[in-house]
């Protein structure tokens, strides 16, 4: 959603010389009424559209009006008989619904503006109005709503451009824009997503942000396309992206009706030059090299590169053929093995696949590659070293699912850093790293890393995660906590804060974890004594 609101109370008294008495709809208090924006209905000078209803009230009345939607970001504003705004409000209600209340300062008729947060924005909602207060609700912060650019239309095509300017998706660092597409239940439509400046993705959501479909290159090259049947009347999102961060330029977004086949993913410049640019820079690092059919010794050593999760890597590049079966295997008797390989459109990550405790990939490669292993270990313990082998075979191979006994490997001396385990202290802020070879929860697929706190009997903290490359989420658990203490977007701009009191004195244990699939990236964890108050800095991100 808009983090700053148009001024919403001056529009109005633009559009109140050209409203006219049609189209005002009686509401009584005590009345709830559901209706639904839609393109037909009045704008503001923002070209945001409104509904206008009516209602008498005595001087010294207080009233509560309520909006609500899961269509659209609702907003409330209330004017006197003569247009002048009194007041306004976008999610006091909770979960982005309106909600005000208000004293009357004269007897008369006045005017409740049903109207979305944001331009473009169309469907259901319900206003209704009862006598009193009504309590605002305790939490304010609005999800998945956003700013709309435009609407479109079956049958419609647009021309446009993602820039720099617009919202940036913080899970993956790409830039998007969100377009409504109203439709009828049962309609069969195709959209298109084409670019010769960015290798376009698109996906169509609710108005909430929850997924309905996605798609990378159906459209043929790097273009995307999906087919979509609406299953009722409510508006969906297009959500115009690319799947490279930060890529902007000029896009045709289109509608068709029916359903046109999507194309076999082919082969996508785009992600051609993302492969170059990982080979010359992997190249310029010093990567080994291997070849299909081969099995090559290595050693892990302290002289290699370290993860901010304590773990040393290695890379290795290779080049199959195209469409080529390649089973990879890395195995160990000194450290416990995680094989990385990147060059595709997603990151592989193994622990365990392969036979015992070893790592295994199997898979055939869309592309001559080349395409880069990264040899890993697991992070616990920290710093693991020794002799491993890295054998690459053609062929499929299953995933093995044997008894695992990692070694117990020491720890080198060089390491030097006294921590083992991550641990933190009340009154430290330590930035970290939550990468691929941290614990994944079947649940979710999400990564998460967990940190020892040392907590004392009745000591109120707060906790603070923050990250701009994923979107945080908290959990704290230990003694005396019954079920984990859980947080998502308590710290304002997505960004996750818990305040508790320890119940007992003892270690506790506290969880960086995602709110997204496999999201990865640096992080900022922090515990400071005292409470902190929850941030109504809201989170703008589709789901």
């Known amino acids: 959603m808009i983090a700053v609101r148009r001024p919403a109370l001056l529009l109005v008294a633009v559009a109140l010389g050209t409203r006219g008495l049609a189209g005002q709809t009686p509401l009584r208090i005590g009345q709830s009424i559901t209706a639904r924006l839609t393109l037909a209905d009045r704008q503001l000078a923002d070209s945001s559209r409104y509904k206008l209803y009516t209602f008498d009230a005595r001087l010294g009345d207080t009233v509560s009006a309520d909006m609500s939607s899961d269509d659209l970001d609702a907003n409330l504003i209330l004017t006197d008989a ?31 503006f ?43 095509t647009v021309k446009g ?34 670019s010769d400046d960015f290798d376009s993705y698109l996906l169509v959501t609710r108005g909430r942000g929850q997924k309905l479909v996605e798609n990378d290159d159906g ?26 961060k930060l890529q902007t330029g000029h896009f045709t977004l289109r509608v068709a009706d029916g359903a046109r086949p999507l194309e076999p993913k082919g082969s996508c410049r785009f992600r051609a030059l993302r492969q170059q640019a990982e080979a010359r820079a992997v190249t310029a690092a010093g990567a080994h090299q291997i070849r299909v059919g081969q099995t090559l010794p290595g ?3 302290t002289s290699d590169s370290l993860y901010p999760d304590t773990t040393y890597y290695q890379f290795w590049q290779f080049s199959p053929r195209a469409r080529q079966q390649v089973t990879i295997d890395l195995a160990s ?45 697991s992070s616990e313990p920290p710093r693991q070293t020794g002799r491993f082998t890295l054998s690459l075979s053609e062929g499929h191979k299953d995933r093995v699912s044997d008894e695992c006994r990692p070694p117990r490997p020491s720890r080198p001396a060089a390491s030097g850093d006294g921590q083992g385990a991550h641990t933190i202290a009340v009154g430290q802020a330590i930035e970290g790293v939550l990468t691929g070879t941290d614990h994944l929860r079947p649940r979710d697929s999400t990564y998460s890393q967990s940190w020892t706190i040392a907590g004392t009997a009745g000591q109120v903290v707060t906790v603070d995660l923050e990250s701009a490359a994923f979107d945080p989420y908290l959990f704290v658990a230990g003694p005396g906590i019954g079920t984990s203490l859980q947080d998502d977007d308590s710290g304002g701009n997505c960004n996750a804060r818990l305040t508790l009191t320890f119940p007992q004195t003892g270690d506790y244990v506290i969880v960086v974890n995602s709110s997204t699939k496999h999201g990865t990236g640096p992080f900022n964890l922090s515990v400071t004594k005292g409470a902190k108050a929850k941030s109504l800095t809201r989170c703008d991100r589709p789901s």
């Open 114 to 156: 049903a109207n979305s947060s944001s331009p473009g924005e169309l469907g259901d909602f319900t206003v209704s109005l009862v006598q009193g207060v009504t309590a605002a609700a305790r939490d304010t912060t609005c999800r998945g709503f956003g700013r709309v650019k435009g609407v479109i239309q079956v049958g419609q």
């Open 82 to 112: 003569s247009g002048n705004p009194l007041a306004r409000n976008d999610d006091a209600g909770g979960a982005c619904n309106a909600h005000l209340s208000f004293v009357m300062p004269a007897a008369g008729t006045y005017e409740l």
């Open 219 to 244: 459209g043929g090259g790097c273009n995307a396309r999906v087919v979509y049947a609406a299953t009722d009347d409510h508006p969906v999102r297009l959500v115009v992206n690319s799947a490279g």
């Open 299 to 301: 050693q892990l050593t």
């Open 161 to 194: 451009q993602l820039t720099a300017g617009d919202q940036l998706l913080r899970a993956d660092s790409s830039y998007y824009q969100r377009w409504v597409l109203p439709l009828e239940a049962g309609r069969t439509v195709t959209v298109d997503l084409a």
């Open 333 to 377: 008797d000194e450290f416990d093995p995680v094989l990385i390989l990147r060059g595709l459109d997603t990151t592989v990550v193994n622990h365990h696949g392969g036979p015992g405790c070893n790592a295994r990939v199997s898979l055939a490669f869309p592309e001559t590659g080349p395409y880069t292993i990264l040899v890993n270990t």
